[in-house]
């Protein structure tokens, strides 16, 4: 059974910084992309960053140039560092690891930028 737990989230002023960390049981990351979406209210969830398996990354339009992913193999653990946040960045964020038909999201954590 795997899981995946976030940590990171909590409130910050706009321009401030957050890091949010993804934790999987069990041994996953042969062949998965991990990724961060984020569903903010009223919104659909949308993809934020994604990292494949061979290490090639994706943005959203909206975070390129203030977010990074990052993954670290052997400690099953992935990483969204976010940058110059703006209100606009208020959301749940929920980590996923996905290969083939096989997704998992984490319960999700909660970033509100605001001042």
């Known amino acids: 059974q795997v899981q995946l737990v976030e940590s990171g989230g909590g409130l910050v002023q706009p321009g401030g910084s957050l890091r949010l960390s993804c934790a999987a049981s069990?041994?996953?990351?042969?062949?998965?992309?991990m990724g961060w979406y984020r569903q903010a209210p009223g919104k659909q969830r949308e993809l934020v960053a994604r990292?494949?398996?061979?290490?090639?990354?994706n943005y959203a339009d909206s975070v390129k140039g203030r977010f990074t992913i990052s993954r670290d193999n052997a400690k099953n653990m992935w990483y969204l560092q976010m940058n110059s946040l703006k209100p606009e960045d208020t959301a749940v964020y929920y980590c996923?690891?996905?290969?083939?038909?096989?997704?998992?999201w984490g319960q999700g954590t909660q970033v509100t930028v605001s001042s």
């Open positions: 069990g041994s996953i990351f042969s062949g998965y992309a």
């Open positions: 996923n690891a996905a290969r083939l038909a096989s997704w998992y």
């Open positions: 990292i494949t398996s061979g290490g090639t990354t």
